[in-house]
């Protein structure tokens, strides 16, 4: 492990401003030259690298909560790495870390930024870009510090089958909360019932009134509205809202592929007056400070069987485009993960 295992690396780019839904013409893959190894560096390999939903709003040359990607600029996302080499002494070679490392083979870093080093192999290593990664910790947080979440209350989850809905469910149901999900498909509906064991699911793609469906599963109003689909949503369920309801905005992924000027408004705002409701959303790295305390104690839910979660894996970095923009088309059942190399445990 002193040295790197090659001179060459590839990586995914961004090939044209995006406009609609995302398809894998708008990125390319290319060959790039790593560079020597500067004093205060290292040289990590890839072995699994996220496709995040999120990803989309950087994708069209405007802003959004992070900056706007240009044309020929790397696709960012999270992965689990390895350290091949390293002139940083807090890096050894071997190291496995979490890092922010893009759709890549190889990074290099100065050990800024968000990076993590894992120890706890307990968990499967794509856990650590999952569920104990950004979905779990939005879901943990969104949760905790932004719902203020209650035993008793009813929490209703949208696009519950993804990786933080899911995520945020489970937890609802730890703090003896009622909860609902919505997801789109039987398989789907199945595993959020018998595996993750929310109270009820409700099947978006069968329900001829969604909204009506929503009421029957909620007879009394929901406390709690963890969404993660957008704007169409929240003004769907803002009127059922029990008093002093709160809606967590945790994604937007029906809205991100949408012009702002498109987008389905909220009309429904007299609720927040009437019902005293409170809406926020979250970025997860402000409570960057606390993401140990929840890793820790998510792990051992996982590790004693009372935490679920699912991850798709696709093989090789040549797939990374294609994974990514299934997103879109809700084929995705869990977290997405492309597996770039092995695992060095395996």
Not at 64 to 83: N, P, R
Not at 290 to 307: E, H, K, T
């Amino acid at each position: 492990m002193g040295g790197t295992v090659t001179t060459t690396t590839r990586r995914w780019v961004l090939a044209r401003h995006v406009e609609g839904a995302p398809s894998p013409e708008d990125f390319r893959l290319e060959t790039l030259q790593l560079p020597a190894l500067e004093d205060g560096r290292f040289i990590a390999r890839v072995i699994l690298s996220s496709v995040d939903p999120g990803t989309r709003s950087r994708l069209s040359g405007g802003d959004s909560y992070a900056g706007a990607m240009k044309i020929g600029e790397g696709i960012d996302g999270f992965c689990v790495a390895q350290v091949v080499e390293s002139r940083n002494p807090n890096y050894a070679p071997g190291d496995l870390i979490a890092a922010g490392g893009g759709w890549r083979e190889h990074f290099v870093s100065d050990g800024r930024g968000f990076i993590q080093k894992i120890t706890d192999r307990r968990v499967p290593l794509g856990c650590w870009i999952g569920i104990l990664g950004v979905p779990g910790l939005t879901a943990w947080f969104g949760m905790h510090r932004v719902a203020q979440a209650k035993e008793g209350e009813v929490l209703l989850v949208s696009s519950a089958a993804g990786p933080v809905g899911a995520t945020a469910g489970q937890i609802g149901k730890k703090l003896g909360m009622r909860v609902v999900g919505i997801a789109g498909g039987p398989k789907k509906c199945a595993w959020l019932k018998d595996e993750a064991g929310f109270d009820a699911v409700i099947d978006y793609k069968a329900e001829p009134d969604l909204t009506a469906a929503i009421k029957a599963a909620c007879p009394g109003g929901v406390d709690v509205l963890f969404d993660n689909v957008g704007n169409e949503m929240v003004d769907r369920v803002l009127p059922l809202m029990k008093l002093r309801g709160r809606v967590v905005v945790s994604g937007q992924v029906a809205d991100y592929n949408v012009p702002v000027e498109q987008r389905h408004g909220l009309k429904h705002t007299d609720v927040f007056i009437t019902h005293r409701v409170r809406m926020e959303g979250l970025v997860v790295f402000d409570d960057i400070r606390q993401f140990a305390v929840a890793q820790s104690q998510m792990a051992d839910w996982i590790a004693d069987g009372s935490l679920k979660f699912a991850i798709e894996e696709f093989d090789g970095l040549e797939r990374a485009a294609e994974a990514f923009c299934g997103l879109f088309r809700g084929e995705n059942f869990g977290r997405r993960l492309v597996r770039v190399s092995e695992d060095p445990a395996a």
